[in-house]
């Protein structure tokens, strides 16, 4: 069983997804703990109602990011995790940091990566006319966005979409492909070979295509 320690900025609707994964058995794992650097954030309201522990390291409190991030990383290892999940939290974190837990830091992303890094990126996503888009988890790396990546899905984006219905569309994606993928993380199935993750026992679906806008009678 793994331990989890999950950073949080904002609501936490993804901590939610992956405290019921645990409590329903299909992560073999446990949120050790849930921090935020925002002391009102709902994030940890849920996990106080899930009787998990909360921890407040506010960054204003710090002179700079590595004091803040070496609090934050103390706090981690305090509750030993094994596994460190971003849940909406808006900080990026240092290289320092990073080193402290190598390979086992995840993120979850709503766009397909290596498309549309940073913020705001349903909507750039729109105003660019993809036809599809959806959710990136990837381990975290020193860039912005750009570590390997671990799981994707996709949904189709149409062009009278707003930024509330993509995000909507892609939010129910992620709170299923986060969990998927920290229960790959604790089966031992994830292989980082350069950029790539390879997971054991993944079978190929040589026949497998999407097409949006759907084509009638395709062959493909």
Request: proline fraction near 7%; include cysteine.
């Amino acid at each position: 069983m793994i331990r989890i320690g999950v950073l949080v900025s904002g609501s936490g609707s993804n901590l939610q997804a992956i405290m019921d994964a645990c409590a329903s058995g299909l992560i073999d794992g446990t949120v050790a703990v849930v921090i935020s650097n925002v002391p009102d954030a709902y994030a940890l309201v849920r996990a106080r109602k899930m009787s998990v522990p909360t921890v407040v390291v506010q960054h204003e409190a710090y002179p700079d990011r590595e004091s803040f991030d070496e609090a934050l990383a103390g706090k981690l290892e305090e509750y030993q995790v094994d596994l460190v999940t971003l849940a909406g939290f808006m900080r990026v974190l240092t290289p320092a940091f990073l080193r402290r837990f190598p390979g086992r830091i995840m993120n979850i992303h709503p766009a397909l990566l290596p498309s549309f890094p940073g913020l705001h990126v349903r909507q750039k996503a729109i105003d660019y006319g993809v036809r599809f888009s959806g959710c990136t988890v990837h381990f975290v790396d020193e860039g912005v966005d750009t570590g390997p990546i671990i799981i994707q899905a996709v949904v189709p984006v149409y062009p009278d979409d707003t930024e509330e219905e993509l995000n909507e569309r892609i939010l129910r994606l992620e709170h299923r492909i986060y969990p998927m993928a920290i229960r790959l993380f604790a089966e031992n199935r994830l292989v980082v070979e350069g950029r790539k993750v390879r997971v054991k026992g993944l079978e190929k679906d040589p026949a497998a295509f999407l097409v949006n806008p759907p084509i009638e009678g395709c062959t493909l």
